[in-house]
């Protein structure tokens, strides 16, 4: 399994990557890619990461869990692989960006113009059974993630934190408010977002406003 996660990562992480539950996890992992199918690819595991430096990070979506079907997850919270269908969750970020920002809906679900543009892209849980969802929580992840969110909390300033349904605000609760931006809405799967909550939030066009405000280039969705 080769696994790598960019440097300006790797050197804040590593206290955690040395703590005992990590190598369980770690363990945990080699067994499972050898005899599953695990999502996403061992290679696109630190994906988030790795396509969105510490130092580049200006915005942070939290997700759960990877997408558990055949082709689906890239490593990206939200995001599938070009060519994948977009799953309905995608499809309601897609309309809310539209009714905020006027941009149309894009052919492609993949994501990773916005992490290379500074959108950090994370699940709570970074690998799932194919077919299983949340098989691969309570085994750590969630403990790696708190540290991760933690880091760009306490480490940067003017971030803004998209927590969208309530395991994401849960999971925010150790972001200071005092020196970032945080946005909640109902999550936009379609058991939530069609009982309101989700639409009409514009969270896309608060988030560019804030960044504009502090002197920082807006995304562009």
Not at 17 to 27: G, H, M, Q, R, V
Request: net charge neutral; aromatic share 12%; with cysteine.
């Amino acid at each position: 399994m080769n696994v790598s996660i960019a440097e300006s990562w790797k050197t804040r992480l590593q206290p955690e990557f040395d703590k005992p539950y990590f190598n369980e996890l770690a363990e945990f992992l080699r067994v499972e890619y050898s005899t599953q199918r695990i999502y996403p690819p061992g290679r696109l595991m630190f994906n988030a990461f790795n396509a969105c430096s510490f130092d580049d990070t200006r915005v942070v979506i939290l997700g759960q869990d990877p997408y558990h079907g055949e082709g689906q997850a890239n490593g990206l919270a939200f995001s599938v692989t070009d060519g994948i269908t977009k799953p309905p969750s995608l499809i309601n970020i897609f309309k809310e960006i539209q009714d905020d920002l006027g941009k149309p809906i894009p052919k492609s679900g993949n994501l990773e113009r916005w992490a290379h543009q500074g959108v950090m892209l994370l699940n709570a849980t970074l690998t799932v059974r194919a077919g299983q969802a949340g098989s691969h929580q309570g085994k750590g992840w969630e403990t790696f993630t708190d540290a991760v969110i933690r880091l760009i909390s306490d480490q940067k300033e003017h971030i803004v934190f998209m927590l969208w349904g309530a395991y994401a605000q849960k999971k925010g609760a150790v972001i200071d408010g005092n020196k970032h931006l945080i946005l909640k809405a109902k999550h936009p799967s379609p058991m939530a977002a069609n009982y309101g909550g989700w639409f009409g939030t514009k969270h896309f066009s608060q988030a560019n406003e804030y960044l504009e405000k502090q002197g920082l280039t807006p995304i562009d969705w």
